[in-house]
């Protein structure tokens, strides 16, 4: 305690050194906060963008399909049980032509009536084209396509022949999540079943209820699973970016390293006086790894000061992203709120106050070592 | 009949010094009494200051016995002669050697905290002792704001404020000119009358050796001459 209280004091007496070194840990501090807090921001909000545009409480795979196979379209498909709550999907392979090029994509065939995810189709329902067909807004751009444009659509029929349509884009949606809008067109499930002969067919069946029953012909995707790939590229990212912000620690321990050692250095009289005061060796040692310590626990509290305002302003009203994030393959919508866990602010303040604490000790064991005479003559080298 | 306060025999100190080894202090023997106002005396380099951190528990001899206050300094551990240094000695030193963040109060206040006493006792004890050294006003301050005369009474209410039995003082008047030195000098030796601490001066000083009441003259780390004077009384 007695400790405490003297590097409290040798601190506060500090003055610029003490605000200096604070202030460095507290930026630290506070841009771990926001980096960590803005991917779990993000991970949170793909997450929760999946769940309501494309997953649901999970989906039910019919044996053989794979989303990544587009082989597996034709093969991987059943007929559903009527007790099934939730959603069918149809996916087929085919290809659009908007001013004469062509253009693959997958079709997919969704009830209109559907309320179970956010794809907006009703408009589907709504639509009075004969065909009509809904697509997203970086299709749209990809293709040059808006509501009401009129286009050829071709796709094989269950028995691998082509058929062709004229459709209507009765809709561009606006979802944060490419995996429900690139080289992918939206009809109506009934519609599209009638034009390829797989009457009450479907690929898929997004489960409206999170404790799946057992389907015969079926494999169970839990939510996990399926969330899954945003879980590794939020990692990646986060690994990439940690290594950016250990950068920054590191620097602010070094200065706050070569505080100490400086402080060793220069106060080597005053190491003595403390010794010939009655604080032994260890003591002072102690105090000096203390005075290491207080400066994280300044710099905490200094980052609290204006870190807390500034990231719960942001948590508020989020991030604006530019427009080139679309493109970086995975759900990000117009703004990024970042969340900021408990977890995540006792972790760093423990790793910071940890590696302040080290770098303050490390050089402190030179005290331990010293001759208290030399100290108090200030000849130590 | 008064009590040895400190033994010393056969004191030998050591230092390495360049593949050999320098002699500082040789088969020193001395004995000192309670309540006594004593310095040694000698020119530079003549084994004054390492005298007086073997008996501050600063330094250990190379060879010999050191008994300081009943305690053996030479075979001390550094956490016990720490604890010794804090219940039983003071020290000044030539350059005062305050606490520069600390003000005159805190520093002042430092063996108190050293020794866990409780905070009413502490400010009692440091405002007594401020006031005895006339120093009140300047509990304030911080050291770079004292004038010569001024930091070395703060470093004098430091080194009394815990009431030690031996204060040791390095130069205390050498960093101060004619008129502080004889003030610092009449306020040790009230403090030695009035409480009976005894002090033991490390000077080269003529103006500290008036006050002294005994001399210990020290030439190449041998003892040269052992006498007693009659001093300078405080009101001269």
Redesign the interface.
């Known amino acids: 305690m007695?400790a405490w209280?003297?590097a409290y004091?040798?601190l506060?007496?500090?003055g610029l050194r003490t605000w200096l070194n604070a202030s460095i840990l507290s930026l630290v501090f506070v841009l771990i906060l926001f980096i960590n807090g803005l991917l779990d921001g993000w991970n949170q909000s793909a997450k929760q963008d999946s769940i309501a545009w494309e997953f649901a409480a999970g989906q039910y795979w019919a044996q053989g399909f794979d989303p990544l196979d587009p082989f597996s379209y034709q093969e991987g498909l059943k007929d559903w049980p009527q007790s099934l709550e939730g959603t069918p999907i149809l996916w087929r392979q085919g290809s659009i032509y908007p001013d004469g090029r062509m253009y693959p994509l997958i079709i997919k065939g969704i009830p209109a009536q559907q309320e179970l995810l956010a794809l907006p189709t009703a408009l589907l329902a709504q639509s009075q084209a004969q065909f009509p067909a809904l697509i997203g807004h970086r299709m749209a751009k990809n293709c040059q396509l808006q509501k009401g444009d009129r286009l050829l659509m071709r796709w094989r029929d269950q028995k691998g022949s082509f058929d062709a349509q004229e459709i209507e884009i009765a809709g561009v949606f606006d979802s944060p999540l490419p995996s429900v809008d690139q080289g992918q067109i939206w009809v109506d499930l009934l519609s599209l079943q009638a034009k390829t002969g797989l009457e009450n067919k479907a690929n898929i069946w997004v489960a409206a209820k999170a404790k799946p029953q057992s389907v015969a012909g079926a494999n169970w995707q839990e939510l996990e699973v399926l969330l899954a790939p945003i879980n590794k590229i939020i990692e990646a990212k986060k690994g990439s970016s940690q290594f950016s912000y250990y950068i920054l620690l590191a620097i602010a321990l070094l200065a706050l390293f070569d505080t100490q050692v400086l402080s060793i250095f220069k106060r080597q009289?005053?190491i003595?006086?403390?010794?010939?005061?009655?604080?032994?060796?260890?003591?002072v040692q102690l105090l000096f790894t203390l005075e290491g310590g207080l400066y994280a626990i300044f710099g905490l509290f200094l980052g609290g000061l204006y870190g807390a305002p500034l990231l719960y302003y942001l948590a508020q009203n989020g991030i604006p992203m530019p427009e080139m994030a679309d493109e970086m393959g995975v759900s990000m919508g117009k703004a990024i709120y970042p969340v900021y866990s408990w977890i995540l602010i006792l972790k760093t303040s423990l790793i910071i106050l940890a590696s302040s604490f080290l770098v303050s000790y490390w050089p402190a064991r030179k005290i331990a070592r010293m001759?208290?005479?030399a100290a108090?003559k200030g000849k130590l080298q | 009949m008064k009590e040895d306060i400190l033994v010393l025999k056969h004191i030998y100190k050591r230092f390495p010094l360049g593949e050999g080894e320098f002699t500082a202090l040789k088969d020193l023997s001395l004995n000192m009494q309670a309540a006594e106002f004593s310095g040694l005396v000698g020119p530079s380099g003549s084994g004054k200051t390492t005298l007086l951190n073997i008996i501050g528990g600063l330094d250990q001899p190379s060879e010999g016995e050191a008994i300081v206050l009943g305690q053996d300094v030479a075979n001390m551990s550094a956490k016990a002669a720490a604890n010794f240094r804090n219940l039983e000695l003071g020290f000044i030193f030539q350059q005062f050697n305050l606490l520069p963040v600390y003000t005159v109060f805190e520093n002042v206040e430092f063996p108190l905290l050293l020794q866990k006493k409780s905070k009413a006792e502490r400010q009692k004890t440091v405002k007594e002792a401020l006031e005895w050294l006339g120093i009140a006003h300047l509990a304030n301050k911080k050291p770079d704001k004292l004038s010569g005369g001024e930091g070395q009474r703060v470093a004098i209410a430091r080194a009394i404020v815990k009431r030690p039995k031996l204060i040791l003082a390095d130069e205390p008047t050498a960093n101060l000119d004619a008129a502080n030195a004889h003030n610092i000098m009449r306020l040790m030796r009230r403090l030695n009358q009035e409480l009976g601490t005894s002090f033991l001066f490390s000077t080269h000083d003529e103006k500290v050796m008036a006050y002294l009441e005994r001399i210990i003259h020290l030439r190449d780390g041998e003892i040269e001459k052992d006498e007693a004077q009659i001093p300078k009384t405080v009101s001269e």
Do not use: Q, W
Request: no cysteine.
């Open positions: 007695i209280t003297l004091r040798n506060k007496g500090a009289k005053e003595g006086t403390y010794i010939s005061l009655g604080m032994s060796p260890k003591e001759s208290p005479v108090l």
